[in-house]
Structure formats: C-alpha cells, structure tokens
C-alpha cells in the first residue's frame, strides 16, 4: 500500500515522539529521517522498529519523519501505526 | 483509581509505580475527538508491554453511541485488561447491547474463560433513576461509579465543593451497589491543589460507603489512602473481634461480648471489612486461633 496524504501522529513531549508521513511516488522506497534526544543510543532500534511497522502495513514507498522524544518501543510503534492508517484514510486524525 | 489519558504514553507508561490500587486507560473525556483513533492504539501496545506490577488496570472506552465505542472494544477486549469501563450507561438495554458485542469480540478471538469484569458508569439523572436494574444486569459488572462532572452537567447544576448536588444520586448509587455485591467508587476531586477539600470529600464518601474514589494526579493518592487505610487501633480492634468470633464459632457460640459491648454478626462484619483493607488475611488468623 502506498500513502495517499500528508498525516502525523504523536507529540513533542517527553516519552512520545512526532511522526510525519509524506506520500512518495511509487517505487521510490523508503526514506526514513529520525532525530532523537537519544540518538547515539538509539538510532538503529528506533529505525529497526519503524521498518517493523513499515514491513507489516506493507508500506514499501513512504517518506517518513521521526521526532523522538525518548519514547519506549510500544509508543514508537503506536505512532507509526496511527499516522500510517491516517495517510492511507483508514482512520482520521490531525491532518 | 488513578485516571491516565489514553494518549499521554509518559503517564502510562510510569502508572505502576504510581501506589495507586488502580489505574484507569482514559479513552473517553481524557482524549480530544481527533486523537481517538491514536489513544487506542497506544493503550493496546502499552496494555501488551507495559509492566504495571500489582495495580489493577481499567480500560474507559467510548460510549457505544458514539463512533469511536465499537472500535475501543474490537481492541481492548481481546487484550483483557483487569475490567473495563462502559461511560454513560442509562438503562439495562446499554449494558446488553455493550455486552452483546464485548462477548462476540471474546467469541472471536478465542477467549473461552473471560477474566475482565466490567464497570459500569453512571453519569446522566436517567443513570440515576435506573441505577438498581442496572447494577443487576449483567454478572460480569463487579463495579459501579459516579461521573459528578458529566452527571452536573446533565442536570444543569454546576459541582460545588460541598457535593450537595450530588448527594442525592451518590447515596443512591452506593445503596444499588451494595444492594448486588459490587465496588462503588466514587468521583473525581477536581482541584489537585485543594489537598484538605479532597481529604474532607473522601472522608464523606468513605462514611457513606464508596469503596474508593477516582483520582486524576498521582498526588492525590496518598490523601485517599490515608482516609481509606484503618489505623493500627482499629486494625488491632478487628483482630480481636475476629479471633474472639473463631474462637466462639468453634466452640458453637454465636454471640459473645468483648469488654463488655456485644459482639454479633454486623460487628464481625465490620472487622471483616477493616482486616480486608489492612491486606490482612482470614485465614491466617483463623490458623493462629486454632494453633
């Protein structure tokens, strides 16, 4: 399945992290842009858990933008989740 | 009963250590209408990973007139959280059709034994007026509570610190509570800063017989326990009673006297009652009396 809008889902606050879909076109792949208050740390299981979310919403072309906030492993797969369904309409929230 | 916002991950993810005897997963007022869909998804992850240790955790769904009711459940249900809680009930024919579809959920997922109970809410003048058929509707309702800011508001009358707005309806639903066997809790306290105004409220609700009372910040939780927790005298005072009535049941007498004042069954009760809240178990005592 391929994103159709622009959606988000999460916050800037402490525990939570902000997550952006932007549609690509097709067969461009994934690009996934994170920045963490615990980058150094974190950065590949924070992208190991979004590719999960990814790979099991057969996302496969999406641009997507991860502003952590030293969010747990469910909160991150929470967020993705939620913008994901939000960009392909299945459920509506902010934008 | 502590209440968390569905969508706050930082809040649910500390609510175990919280000391609070239960949390409460807020889907409902806690959670603005364009987040709902969010705020369920991250109560199910955080149901299947967090670790809330001894605290009982309540799940609060949408009503199901709402458009979010149905989907809270198709999520929370099959997770079986320790209960969970159906806002605004009015009549018996809520609790049915609410129930009608938590067991086609349980039946579709393969759940044969169903440990979650379920609380009912009541918070409009109709809740109040059918509260006793409520309560009685289902077996798996081991809970009712007030909702005193909605309930004011269906009422048109504005909360006022001394809760006599309320009373009429608290007194009522605590008296349909125990009429079935079930835990009646009490409201919320809005005022975090007004820690005397909250002991005095517990205090009231505690003497006209709500078992608990809902809280929404962790600094509340120490007022209500404190007014809720036995003192060492009265706990002291119940293990007596107790002791004194094993040792007379087995001899096969059924009323005897402790410092002269008569002890019968309301008053065994009574200890009853305070030993279960001290976390103090029967039957223990029952073995160091036959000891």
Redesign the interface.
């Known amino acids: 399945m391929t994103p159709k809008f622009k959606a988000q889902?999460?916050t800037f606050?402490?525990?939570?992290i902000m997550v952006l879909i932007e549609p690509v076109t097709e067969e461009t792949g994934r690009q996934i842009d994170i920045s963490s208050t615990v980058m150094l740390q974190f950065e590949n299981d924070i992208k190991t858990t979004i590719n999960q979310v990814l790979d099991e919403l057969d996302i496969q072309d999406v641009h997507l933008i991860a502003k952590d906030k030293g969010?747990?492993?469910?909160?991150i797969?929470?967020?993705v989740?939620?913008a994901v369904?939000?960009s392909l309409g299945i459920?509506?929230?902010?934008m | 009963m502590l209440y968390i916002p569905g969508n706050n991950p930082a809040m649910i993810q500390q609510s175990g250590v919280y000391g609070c005897d239960a949390v409460l997963l807020d889907l409902e007022d806690a959670v603005a209408l364009n987040q709902k869909d969010a705020a369920r998804i991250l109560v199910r992850n955080m149901l299947q990973t967090v670790e809330f240790y001894d605290t009982e955790v309540c799940v609060r769904v949408n009503n199901m007139h709402t458009p979010f009711g149905l989907a809270d459940l198709e999520e929370i249900v099959p997770l079986q959280p320790d209960n969970i809680r159906f806002p605004k009930t009015e009549t018996v024919q809520d609790v049915k059709d609410f129930m009608k579809e938590v067991r086609r959920i349980e039946k579709k997922h393969g759940i044969k034994n169903p440990t979650m109970t379920i609380h009912v809410m009541i918070e409009t003048a109709k809740g109040v007026a059918n509260v006793y058929d409520i309560a009685n509707a289902d077996s798996r309702i081991d809970a009712i509570t007030i909702g005193g800011q909605d309930l004011t508001a269906d009422m048109g009358i504005v909360k006022t610190p001394d809760g006599v707005g309320i009373d009429y309806a608290r007194k009522r639903i605590v008296m349909a509570g125990k009429a079935y066997g079930l835990d009646v809790l009490d409201t919320v306290f809005a005022d975090v800063n007004d820690e005397e105004g909250l002991r005095e409220e517990t205090e009231y609700i505690k003497k006209i017989g709500f078992a608990g009372k809902a809280l929404i910040n962790p600094r509340q939780v120490d007022v209500v326990h404190e007014v809720f927790n036995p003192t060492e005298n009265e706990v002291r005072k119940a293990y007596r009673v107790y002791s004194e009535f094993i040792r007379n049941k087995n001899a096969g007498i059924g009323v005897f006297a402790i410092d002269g004042k008569m002890v019968d069954a309301p008053v065994v009760q009574r200890a009853i009652t305070v030993l279960e809240y001290a976390n103090i178990d029967l039957k223990e005592i029952e073995k160091s009396v036959a000891s």
Do not use: I
């Open positions: 889902a999460g606050e402490s525990s939570d969010a747990l492993t469910p909160t797969k929470a967020r989740e939620a369904k939000r459920q509506e929230g902010t």
